[in-house]
């Protein structure tokens, strides 16, 4: 399993907008570029990202992305959230050749 | 290869600076803007270790710039600059270019025309 | 040199077309706002202006909106005009954000112009465009 | 150094390399087949190998000569852990390299001052010095004696290792020193030193006693 590194606030008052910060270990091969031989090597990217937020009331996707070659490898991927209840964040990150790996993150709200 | 006199040509072809512009802006090839900055714009990322080549043809004579090209450490033994036309007396060479020189002695002329056109 | 040098040094040129362009730039951002006008404003891109490597490039888009239920961002695309793809990453966010600012590391094959697009739910699209140096490398890895 | 590159190796949460760490904890304390892990005989690595990377290339009693960090980890598979060495830049080398080095971070590059060290610093000042290559450069040349000038648009640095393993944006991934080393002699159409080699522990316990002094920021990101 790719290594991830996720960074979520562990405690936030509720309604405050919090950073989330995921880093994974992934090559983003772009299927544009040569390998040593001189042949291109084949595309291996990460296509979709995806954070769904439990709060205990609601559990829904509340962010999510489509990427491309052109995101460097090992993403990065920065957005926001409202902290609205204590509960877990569920990422998944979805690509070529079967490519799925989910991670989650507890936070507290009060 | 061994030039009777380093200053004489090299080839019996005279240089053509059009091929020599070519040779000074390629990276893999001339190398030369890698240290040097030379008047060529639409190259952008230009060296600032060694001189401008711009004036090169007016502050030299094509003898004396060709002599520089072939082996600059005859002139100066400190000198940064590699020798592009020496085949010898180099230490651990890759394999892939022992026994080998940078420039073909045409690639030499060719880089000496173009440097005389910048008076 | 010679002709065959000559055809040489041309035909390691003519690998690049691996990296060449697919697409323009305009065309892009059309099919992805479904041939909607764009205006300038209310997104801003956050990019160095000069690059010293394009294998990992910080970029923050941030777009100017209260993002409550009446007024928010659905969308940021951010595109670039001479990569071998002209899509760079579509993000997809609503009130639930709190803040429309996403952050992510890019890829940059040489010095170009990078556009953000962003769509409100109201249906209008924002743009910004940047420019980038991207500096060349001097020692490029065998 | 742009200022994006130092924010990115600045900020944990944003340091590709911290990746690495994080895969080279895990191995810290994974059992080998004959059961034992690092952590069997070191414990726990942020107080046994806190200032350990800072003091390397280290003479070697046995081979009778300085060794990498890397080799030092190799040496401790095959005799404590009945495990095969792994391959130059291998990742989960690399990844306890950073996992280690990480623990010296913000130290003072120490080497041994040791005399039998000193035979292998002078060769490895030779081979700094030493012009080599089609290009006929030394790495003194440009390092000493143009540092802050641009190589075409790069701005040559000092070549003090503090950062090593790095995760440089070039190779978008992590590497060792002996690999950036190897580049460098490539560039000048040098045959490059073998990893592991002596050679390469003598070029490298120079340029550590060259940095000494200096603040270890590994695992660092550079461009």
């Known amino acids: 399993?790719?290594?991830?590194?996720?960074?979520?606030?562990?405690?936030?008052?509720?309604?405050?907008?919090?950073?989330?910060?995921?880093?994974?270990?992934?090559?983003?091969?772009?299927?544009?570029?040569?390998?040593?031989?001189?042949?291109?090597?084949?595309?291996?990217?990460?296509?979709?990202?995806?954070?769904?937020?439990?709060?205990?009331k609601s559990n829904e996707i509340v962010f999510s992305a489509e990427l491309y070659a052109a995101?460097?490898?090992?993403?990065?991927?920065?957005?926001?959230?409202?902290?609205?209840?204590?509960?877990?964040?569920?990422?998944?990150?979805?690509?070529?050749?079967?490519?799925?790996?989910?991670?989650?993150?507890?936070?507290k709200v009060s | 290869m061994l030039a009777p006199a380093l200053a004489a040509p090299l080839t019996d072809t005279p240089g053509d600076?059009?091929?020599?512009?070519?040779?000074?802006a390629n990276r893999q090839v001339g190398l030369c803007l890698l240290c040097h900055?030379?008047?060529?714009?639409?190259?952008?990322?230009?060296?600032?270790?060694?001189?401008?080549?711009?004036?090169?043809?007016?502050?030299?004579?094509?003898?004396?710039?060709?002599?520089?090209?072939?082996d600059s450490r005859k002139l100066n033994p400190q000198s940064i600059m590699p020798s592009y036309h020496r085949a010898d007396g180099f230490s651990r060479v890759a394999p892939a270019q022992a026994g080998k020189t940078i420039f073909t002695a045409q690639q030499v002329e060719d880089v000496v025309a173009y440097l005389m056109t910048l008076k | 040199m010679n002709r065959r040098q000559a055809l040489a040094t041309l035909a390691v040129v003519m690998v690049r077309p691996a990296f060449a362009a697919e697409g323009d730039?305009?065309?892009?951002?059309?099919?992805?706002?479904?041939?909607?006008?764009?205006?300038?404003?209310?997104?801003?891109?956050?990019?160095?202006?000069?690059?010293?490597?394009?294998?990992?490039?910080?970029?923050?888009?941030?777009?100017?909106?209260?993002?409550?239920?009446a007024n928010h961002v659905t969308a940021i695309a951010l595109f670039n005009e001479k990569n071998p793809q002209r899509d760079i990453a579509r993000f997809q966010l609503g009130p639930r954000a709190g803040k429309a600012q996403v952050s992510t590391r890019i890829r940059l094959a040489t010095t170009q112009r990078l556009v953000a697009v962003a769509k409100m739910n109201d249906g209008s699209f924002w743009t910004h465009n940047v420019d980038v140096i991207v500096t060349l490398a001097a020692c490029i890895e065998d | 150094m742009s200022p994006a590159t130092q924010a990115m190796q600045k900020d944990d949460t944003q340091n590709p390399a911290m990746?690495?760490?994080?895969?080279?904890?895990?191995?810290?304390?994974?059992?080998?087949?004959?059961?034992?892990?690092?952590?069997?005989?070191?414990?726990?690595?942020?107080?046994?190998?806190?200032?350990?990377?800072?003091?390397?290339?280290?003479?070697?009693?046995?081979?009778?000569?300085?060794i990498h960090l890397s080799e030092r980890i190799n040496l401790c598979r095959k005799n404590k852990q009945d495990a095969s060495p792994l391959p130059p830049?291998?990742?989960?080398?690399?990844?306890?390299?950073?996992?280690?080095?990480?623990?010296?971070?913000?130290?003072?590059?120490?080497p041994h001052r040791d005399k039998r060290m000193s035979e292998f610093f002078t060769r490895g000042e030779k081979h700094y010095k030493q012009r080599i290559g089609q290009l006929d450069l030394s790495c003194a040349q440009c390092h000493d004696d143009n540092p802050g000038k641009r190589l075409a648009g790069t701005p040559i640095p000092q070549a003090h290792p503090t950062?090593?393993?790095?995760?440089?944006?070039?190779?978008?991934?992590?590497?060792?020193?002996?690999?950036?080393?190897?580049?460098?002699?490539?560039?000048?159409?040098?045959?490059?030193?073998?990893?592991?080699?002596?050679?390469m522990a003598e070029l490298e316990t120079y340029l550590a006693s060259r940095a000494a002094g200096m603040a270890m920021d590994a695992p660092a990101v550079r461009p």
């Not at chain 3, 010293?52 to 777009?63: F, K, Q, R, S």
């Not at chain 4, 080398?93 to 590059?109: D, K, N, P, T």
Request: glycine letters at 10%; a positive charge.
């Open chain 2, 37 to 70: 900055s030379a008047p060529i714009p639409e190259e952008r990322f230009q060296g600032d270790l060694a001189p401008s080549l711009a004036g090169a043809g007016s502050r030299n004579t094509a003898d004396q710039l060709r002599e520089r090209i072939i």
């Open chain 2, 17 to 24: 600076p059009a091929r020599g512009r070519a040779i000074v």
């Open chain 4, 163 to 199: 950062g090593y393993p790095i995760y440089r944006l070039e190779w978008q991934g992590m590497g060792s020193l002996q690999r950036r080393i190897r580049n460098c002699m490539s560039g000048v159409r040098a045959e490059p030193f073998a990893f592991n080699s002596t050679e």
């Open chain 4, 19 to 66: 990746l690495w760490v994080k895969d080279g904890e895990a191995l810290w304390s994974k059992p080998a087949a004959n059961g034992k892990s690092c952590a069997s005989c070191h414990n726990d690595a942020p107080k046994s190998m806190k200032g350990i990377a800072a003091t390397y290339p280290a003479f070697d009693t046995q081979s009778r000569r300085p």
């Open chain 1, 71 to 107: 995101i460097a490898a090992n993403p990065l991927i920065s957005f926001h959230t409202v902290a609205t209840g204590s509960g877990t964040l569920t990422f998944l990150w979805e690509g070529d050749n079967g490519f799925m790996q989910s991670e989650m993150a507890a936070i």
């Open chain 3, 25 to 69: 730039l305009a065309g892009a951002i059309r099919t992805w706002t479904g041939g909607a006008a764009t205006k300038e404003g209310r997104v801003k891109l956050d990019i160095a202006e000069l690059v010293d490597n394009g294998n990992a490039v910080p970029i923050t888009v941030t777009v100017d909106s209260p993002m409550t239920a």
């Open chain 1, 1 to 56: 399993m790719a290594r991830a590194l996720i960074t979520v606030p562990p405690n936030a008052k509720r309604g405050e907008v919090i950073e989330v910060r995921v880093l994974i270990q992934h090559p983003m091969e772009t299927g544009y570029r040569p390998g040593s031989d001189g042949r291109i090597l084949p595309r291996d990217l990460i296509r979709k990202f995806s954070c769904r937020y439990d709060d205990g």
């Open chain 4, 89 to 110: 830049e291998h990742q989960d080398l690399l990844s306890m390299e950073s996992y280690v080095a990480l623990q010296s971070r913000g130290m003072s590059i120490a």
